[in-house]
Each structure stands twice: as structure tokens, then as C-alpha cells.
């Protein structure tokens, strides 16, 4: 019977591999001719129909529990759910779960089929090819090397000089959910960190430098998207990477390096004033989310979608969206599921791992850097509830559940229990104290 499951599997997590490279290469922008096929859900439900063994193996309390970051993930949408129960909005709530339940069947597919380390590598291989494919298209297009039709770059407000004068930036967009410059940077920079750590493959040979050219479109790409957050998040990964590689002493030097460079840059990137007219709509739109918080939605939230209709706009901060739009429970368990995420990548530090793949174990530090980028990109953008922010999600849970078992003495890096919920609870608490105070400082 096992080898039968895992022969089942395997068609599973090829399908798997074709539905992420969708997400990067939109098959319908790219060929006209597949413009309206269903694509990405044909290819998802073939998948789901091939995984349901391993969806059955782990459903269950005895394996969720020992693994927060699933939990949490999971209880998102009992979380969204409660937002609109709350308000006895019964249409909003059917069609939210939907919503969001397609993105819960994406990542509980990540997790089961992304289940041994030569699968790890594949699937990091896929995201990383398919997104370097992606930007690579958009840098072309961007600086008229070759017209790709199906990419349509911004011209932005930049300024007004002192006779009145409106002036505007182009900035570089992506190919379909990317297409907004900063979620472009946001995949820019985690493409950059998963093509540094094929760099460092040593095992590749001098075939690995092949990376150095990906990774100078990357920045490229990385500058003319002109986003600031996606500066900031660059930064924030390669202190993470610093920290893990060198210590703190390393992050801090590369932090004042940062900094140096961005006073030489100049430009819109390098311009981090909150008083500006970007930097002041944000801070603006994060206080309607706050006020609107000052009821009694301050516990399951103003309800899913809700955010445009209390501020006109969403918050272009993913933590303060869920926060306002699902109540401090909701919020809590977005959090929760990065908190958790870095709370076992930290713990795995303090074992030791003989059984594992050391392809596998040189992944960890590069997952922190990829969920500090991300985590710092949302810090300015809405992306609590898209497939991609929980494909990363799903690339942790999957690799910690990996390092947990192969371990010297196997155990879960983390269970879900009572002193776990009081940390969690605490650190949110903090976050959202913060992320108040913050707005109050500078609205």
C-alpha cells in the first residue's frame, strides 16, 4: 500500500510544480490563444484529486498541533468566517470562505506534497526559474529591448517643483497578480534570495556563477520598479542573511552600509519620508483602519473586503489589514503564522541534524531571509489574502516539518498549546500596540 500512495503521489506534485510556475508565467497574458481556458484550476484540481491520501494523513488535531504555522493558516478562515458572522452578513461570509478557501487548498497542497528534500529543491528550482523568466521579460519590455504586449508599465506621480508643475516616474510592472511595481519588487527580492542561495551551491561547481547573471537583472529590475518598500526589503533579507551567516555584528555593519548607499542613490527609492504625499496617504489610511477598530469590531473585525469601505482605499499594510478587517483574533493568527515560522527557524539552531539533507539544512537561513523580505514588503502593501504570501508561508511549514523530523532526536520544533498561545498572544499585542502608536505618531 505505501509504494501505491507514493506512486499516487508523485503526479500530485507535478501538477504542483505546473500550478506555481502559473503563477509566475501567466499562460493566457503570454498566448492569446489560451486567453479564458480554466488553467491554473484544471491544473489545481488534478492535483487535489491526486493528494487527497496525504490530505487525510494530515487532517487531524494529533499532527496540527505540532505545527502552529498550519494551525494558524487553517484558522484563518474560521477567522474570516467571524467577521462577517459578526455582523450577521451570511452572503459576505459564504463568499468570502470561498474566496479564501481556494487560497487554503493551494497551500494545504504546498504542504503535503512538499514532503522530502530532492521535492525542496525542485519546487525552489521552479519558483526560481519561473520568477527570474518573469522579471527578466519585464526589464527587457521596460527598456525597449523587445515590446512584449503583454507588459504595461506605470507612469507615476513623482513631484511638483514651485511653479506647479506635475511631474511623473515610469516605473516597471510585472505579468498578472505582480502587475502593481511593489508587488513586482516584493517577488524581485525573493527570486534574489533563492538565486543567492543556488549561487552558494557548491556542489554545482562553476556552473553556479550561471546565477550571477539572474541576479544582476534582479537589482536591475529591482531599481526600476522604484518601489522604496522593495529597498527595504532587500535590506531586511541580506541582514537576515548577514545574521545567520556573521552574527549581529554583520547585520549591523550591512545595515550602516545600507544606509550609506541610500544616501548616495538619491531618488524616489532612497526618499523614505513618511511626510510625503505616498508616505502621508499610507499613515492616512492606516488611521481609518485604527478608528474604524474603536467598537466593538476591535474583537472579529469590520469584516473580510471591508478595509476600501471605512478608508477608500486598502491599508497598503498587510499586518494593519488583517488587524482591522478580521479583529484582533483574525489579525493575531496572520501574525501567528510568520511568528511561528521564526520562532522554529530560530529553535532549529540549537539542534543538531545528522539525518538530514545538508542541501536541505544550507536552505534555512536563506527561508529567513525569504520571510524577512516578504514580511517587510507587507509592511506597505495588502497581500494577507493571495496565494503567494501563503506559498511562502507553506514553503516553512513544509521545510520545518522536514527539519523536525530529521533531527537528531526527532520532536516538533514547536507545539500548540498554552505558554505557545500566551507568547503569541504577547507578541501580537506588541505589534499591533506598535503599528498603533506608529500611525497615532505620524498621521
Not at 91 to 96: F, R, S, T, W, Y
Not at 154 to 168: K, N, T
Request: glycine letters at 10%.
Amino acid at each position: 500500500m505505501a509504494k501505491v500512495g507514493t506512486r499516487v503521489q508523485e503526479p500530485a506534485f507535478l501538477l504542483l510544480l505546473a500550478v506555481t510556475a502559473t503563477l509566475f508565467l501567466r499562460p493566457a497574458e503570454l498566448f492569446q490563444a489560451l486567453d479564458g481556458l480554466p488553467i491554473y484550476e484544471a491544473l489545481i484540481g488534478g492535483c487535489l484529486l491526486f493528494s487527497i491520501p496525504a490530505l487525510q494523513a494530515r487532517c487531524s488535531w494529533k499532527t496540527l498541533k505540532f505545527q502552529p504555522v498550519i494551525l494558524c493558516v487553517l484558522a484563518l478562515l474560521l477567522a474570516i468566517g467571524l467577521s462577517h458572522a459578526s455582523h450577521a452578513y451570511i452572503g459576505g461570509l459564504v463568499e468570502a470562505a470561498t474566496s479564501f478557501g481556494k487560497v487554503l487548498v493551494y497551500f494545504a497542497l504546498l504542504v503535503v506534497n512538499l514532503n522530502s528534500p530532492p521535492r525542496l529543491r525542485a519546487f525552489l528550482l521552479t519558483v526560481t526559474t519561473c520568477s527570474v523568466i518573469a522579471i527578466t521579460m519585464c526589464v527587457v519590455d521596460f527598456h525597449g529591448l523587445i515590446d512584449f504586449q503583454c507588459v504595461e508599465h506605470l507612469a507615476d506621480f513623482d513631484s511638483v517643483d514651485d511653479e506647479g508643475e506635475v511631474s511623473h516616474i515610469l516605473r516597471m510592472r510585472g505579468l498578472g497578480i505582480f502587475q502593481d511595481p511593489n508587488d513586482l519588487a516584493m517577488l524581485i527580492v525573493a527570486a534574489g534570495v533563492l538565486s543567492t542561495y543556488f549561487l552558494m551551491d557548491k556542489s554545482q561547481g562553476i556552473l553556479r556563477f550561471a546565477w550571477i547573471i539572474p541576479i544582476i537583472t534582479l537589482w536591475i529590475g529591482l531599481f526600476d520598479t522604484r518601489s522604496r518598500g522593495g529597498l527595504l526589503a532587500a535590506g531586511a533579507a541580506m541582514m537576515t542573511l548577514a545574521v545567520f551567516w556573521g552574527g549581529f555584528k554583520m547585520a549591523i555593519l550591512c545595515g550602516v552600509l545600507g544606509v550609506c548607499a541610500l544616501a548616495v542613490m538619491g531618488g524616489r527609492q532612497a526618499n523614505l519620508d513618511l511626510n510625503d504625499s505616498t508616505g502621508g496617504e499610507r499613515v492616512q489610511l492606516w488611521r481609518d483602519g485604527f478608528d474604524a477598530l474603536k467598537s466593538s469590531d476591535i474583537l472579529f473585525g469590520i469584516g473580510y473586503g471591508g478595509y476600501p469601505d471605512v478608508a477608500g482605499l486598502v491599508a497598503h499594510n498587510s499586518f494593519i489589514h488583517a488587524y482591522v478587517e478580521l479583529g484582533i483574533f483574525g489579525g493575531t493568527l496572520f501574525f501567528g503564522a510568520f511568528f511561528f515560522a521564526f520562532v522554529q527557524l530560530y529553535q532549529m539552531g540549537f539542534r543538531s541534524y545528522p539525518n538530514f539533507d545538508r542541501e536541505a539544512l544550507r536552505f534555512r537561513p536563506y527561508l529567513g531571509a525569504l520571510l524577512a523580505g516578504w514580511c517587510t514588503s507587507m509592511l506597505s502593501l495588502s497581500r494577507c489574502y493571495v496565494v503567494p504570501t501563503y506559498m511562502v508561508l507553506g514553503l516553512a511549514a513544509a521545510y520545518l516539518h522536514m527539519a523536525a523530523r530529521s533531527s537528531a532526536r526527532p520532536a516538533p520544533l514547536a507545539t500548540w498549546n498554552m505558554p505557545q498561545a500566551l507568547r503569541l498572544t504577547f507578541a501580537s499585542g506588541a505589534l499591533f500596540v506598535g503599528l498603533y502608536l506608529f500611525t497615532v505618531m505620524f498621521a
